[in-house]
T-cell receptor, first 113, second 116 residues
Framework: DAGVTQSPTHLIKTRGQQVTLRCSPK?????VSWYQQALGQGPQFIFQ???????QRGNFPDRFSGHQFPNYSSELNVNALLLGDSALYLC????????????FGPGTRLTVT | AQSVAQPEDQVNVAEGNPLTVKCTYS??????LFWYVQYPNRGLQFLLK??????LVKGSYGFEAEFNKSQTSFHLKKPSALVSDSALYFC??????????????FGTGTRLLVSP
């Protein structure tokens, strides 16, 4: 058990709605990264948070935003949902200076209808 | 940009036989390479990593990987496959962004099917 938790496990939303996904990192970790994994694909990097700021962003539109709290937990928000946003959203935590050693949570399965 | 390629969408092997899941990489500088496994409806589980040192890296669940610099490959191997090894396997490489922050870049995945 890597210690990273995500909620909810599953979520069904309608096009145009907004969604918030949550992640608690492994104890002692200060950096949180979010990935989107579409069906049959590898995880794609969305963004990474450290010290409550977005530090780097992948090729995702502004509809995807996030937040990191003082306790290092993080949220991923997606606005104006599209059918193509249906995917498994993975949170990974790490230490800032060893951010390549990422521990993944179980993911949140988002279905947009 | 750093990248990895997994040329096989699926690998089929009989239980008890050796298995190999292929990965090639393209990086500037020294590669940090990883293998992860994903079971249905689950997150990614870390198997092993290569950062430096011996070219043969041993990991979890009896898996190992061979780093080959001349062939830019990092193939995952296991001497004797189990039905329970059936899963989706991802190769990944560290990408150090221009800000100094690091992320992982994943391949497209290889589905391993071990038949009884």
């Amino acid at each position: 058990d890597a210690g990273v938790t995500q909620s909810p496990t599953h979520l069904i939303k309608t096009r145009g709605q907004q969604v918030t996904l949550r992640c608690s990192p492994k104890s002692g970790h200060d950096t949180v990264s979010w990935y989107q994994q579409a069906l049959g694909q590898g995880p794609q990097f969305i963004f990474q948070y450290y010290e409550e700021e977005e530090r780097q962003r992948g090729n995702f539109p502004d509809r995807f935003s996030g937040h990191q709290f003082p306790n290092y937990s993080s949220e991923l928000n997606v606005n104006a949902l599209l059918l193509g946003d249906s995917a498994l959203y993975l949170c990974a935590s790490s230490l800032y200076n060893r951010a390549y050693e990422q521990y993944f949570g179980p993911g949140t399965r988002l279905t947009v209808t | 940009a750093q990248s990895v390629a997994q040329p096989e969408d699926q690998v089929n092997v009989a239980e008890g036989n050796p298995l190999t899941v292929k990965c090639t990489y393209s990086v500037s500088g020294n590669p940090y390479l990883f293998w992860y496994v994903q079971y249905p409806n689950r997150g990614l589980q870390f198997l092993l990593k290569y950062i430096t040192g011996d070219n043969l890296v041993k990991g979890s669940y009896g898996f190992e990987a061979e780093f080959n610099k001349s062939q830019t490959s990092f193939h995952l191997k296991k001497p004797s496959a189990l039905v329970s090894d059936s899963a989706l396997y991802f190769c990944a490489v560290r990408d150090t962004m221009n800000t100094g922050f690091q992320k992982l870049v994943f391949g497209t995945g290889t589905r391993l099917l071990v038949s009884p």
